[in-house]
T-cell receptor, first 114, second 108 residues
């Protein structure tokens, strides 16, 4: 079974802190994604990566950056956390999308910024 | 901009009843995926439909992809409390687009 592991289930950070959310997958997937999920807004794509050291902006990249130094690891960085970044963050991985490959999600990190 | 509209947003029904949730778009997708998400967990794939008009069954769940590959439906027969969760459809082309989901609650 594919396993996507997010380093923390719950995080509480203060406004202005730098926050790192880590995600590791064990299936040698090329693609990795970061989403945030908010009530009434669904899943929104923040950043994605199709290869090591490659990154692309999703629909809502403002206030975030990412790092993919190794194929299995995709990190989401909040440079200066703000209260409007309180959310559930979901990492996912997949084989190339043109193969109709599904996304495999981690169990999420619920981040609260106070 | 590709959009996927899911309806209804919320559905609460009694155990044993049947239900259908819908996923509609004006865009054509090469495939459509359905996921279920339970509280505190990430979404998990239920099925992928690829061919227009395709019907797939997963026990009491029946998934249909529209002939024009723009819409899909999920029908649950004799709903059980274990079916409770958030159902998400996702259309795939060069990237994957998610609907906002249908939150289903089955009352025992």
């Amino acid at each position: 079974d594919v396993k996507v592991t997010q380093s923390s289930r719950y995080l509480v950070k203060r406004t202005g802190e730098k926050v790192f959310l880590e995600c590791v997958q064990d299936m040698d997937h090329e693609n990795m994604f970061w989403y945030r999920q908010d009530p009434g807004l669904g899943l929104r794509l923040i950043y994605f990566s199709y290869d090591v050291k490659m990154k692309e902006k999703g629909d809502i990249p403002e206030g975030y950056s990412v790092s993919r130094e190794k194929k299995e690891r995709f990190s989401l960085i909040l440079e200066s956390a703000s209260t409007n970044q309180t959310s559930m963050y979901l990492c996912a991985s997949s084989f190339p999308t043109e193969n109709n490959s599904p996304l495999h999600f981690g169990n999420g990190t619920r981040l609260t910024v106070t | 901009t590709q959009l996927l509209e899911q309806s209804p947003q919320f559905l609460s029904i009694q155990e044993g009843e049947n239900l259908t949730v819908y996923c509609n778009s004006s865009s054509v997708f090469s495939s459509l995926q359905w996921y279920r998400q339970e509280p505190g967990e990430g979404p998990v794939l239920l099925v992928t439909v690829v061919t227009g008009g395709e019907v797939k069954k997963l026990k009491r769940l029946t998934f249909q992809f529209g002939d024009a590959r723009k819409d899909s439906s999920l029908h649950i027969t004799a709903a059980q409390p274990g079916d409770t969760g958030l159902y998400l459809c996702a259309g795939a082309n060069d990237k994957i687009i998610f609907g906002k989901g249908t939150r289903l609650h089955i009352l025992p």
